[in-house]
């Protein structure tokens, strides 16, 4: 895992990949390609198209980098274009929620929801054994109920209680002012709620 890198190396990487240099280019993959694939993997739920639309997002971005102003951080500007690839995607795909639901086994790195499962998530202290199965078992479950949210809310569930970013980088990646995010988030938690709950009854 790369350290989070400084405004001023950030700066460099940019003007590097206005240039068009192949190494910046490997760079920006290798530091962001975990995230951006983590992303597309829970916006879609399929893994082999998830990573498709991951190498999507870097090619689209080194080849519209001079559009990049730094108004936001490189990372967020790439969350934006990811956001936008995946819900066209997810058209495309014609929402096949069902393969979705049974496609994804990932666990999250970031924290699911703690309402919906109790209070389980990822990032606590190691559990002994038999807790650790029972934890997966949920985050699975998370997964599935997760891949049944329609794709709005679960934009707003994955950039904000998945991979935890702020408010403010949620608006600049969505395009949402801060009380249309803060009452559909709270809606989608609803609806992630509800179809978890469904899968366990």
Known sequence: MHAPMTPAEETRLVARLKRREELAFHELVIRHQRAIYGLCLRMI???TEAEDVAQDVFVRSFLAIDTFRGD????TWLYRIAVNLCK???KYLGRRRSSSAQTVDDVPEGELVRSVAGGLSVGEPAPRPDEALSGNQ????IQRALAAV???FRELLVLRDIEGLSYAEVMTITGLAEGTVKSRLHRARSALKAAYEA???
């Open 88 to 90: 066209n995607r997810l």
């Open 138 to 141: 949920t985050e699975h479950l």
């Open 199 to 201: 899968l366990t009854r």
């Open 72 to 75: 936001s951080s490189l990372g």
């Open 150 to 152: 329609e794709p709005d």
């Open 45 to 47: 739920g399929q893994p």
